[in-house]
Nanobody, 123 residues
Framework: QVQLVESGGGLVQAGGSLRLSCAAS????????MGWFRQAPGKEREFVAA????????YYADSVKGRFTISRDNAKNTLYLQMNSLKPEDTAVYYC????????????????WGQGTQVTVSS
């Protein structure tokens, strides 16, 4: 099993940057595909980015492509999401997730979830 804890959220002005982290427990973090999802008020949770265990496969939602960068440090059991050029529409609770299969953009294919961290972008 994997336990996930997100951090790094906060309040930032439009155009600013934040870096989210997701600390994972367990010795097999390096074997999991990892993803970031987000949920805005009144909306469904949506895919943001995903990265394979080897970093050889990386996917982004079109809405964040070119602004967000997903990365992972398997030695530190940590997943990151660097968010630049933030927009008010990026405001949401951001969740990291893990799955044992290949890289996926599909929410219900992920097995483990963190509790989320709030990101608020003011205009």
């Amino acid at each position: 099993q994997v336990q996930l804890v997100e951090s790094g959220g906060g309040l930032v002005q439009a155009g600013g940057s934040l870096r989210l982290s997701c600390a994972a427990s367990g010795r097999t973090f390096s074997m999991y595909t990892m993803g970031w999802f987000r949920q805005a008020p009144g909306k469904e949770r949506e895919f943001v980015a995903a990265i394979s265990w080897s970093r050889g496969s990386i996917y982004y939602a079109d809405s964040v492509k070119g602004r967000f960068t997903i990365s992972r440090d398997n030695a530190k059991n940590t997943l990151y999401l660097q968010m630049n050029s933030l927009k008010p529409e990026d405001t949401a609770v951001y969740y990291c997730a893990a799955r044992g299969g290949v890289t996926s953009t599909v929410l219900n294919e992920y097995d483990y979830w963190g509790q989320g961290t709030q990101v608020t972008v003011s205009s």
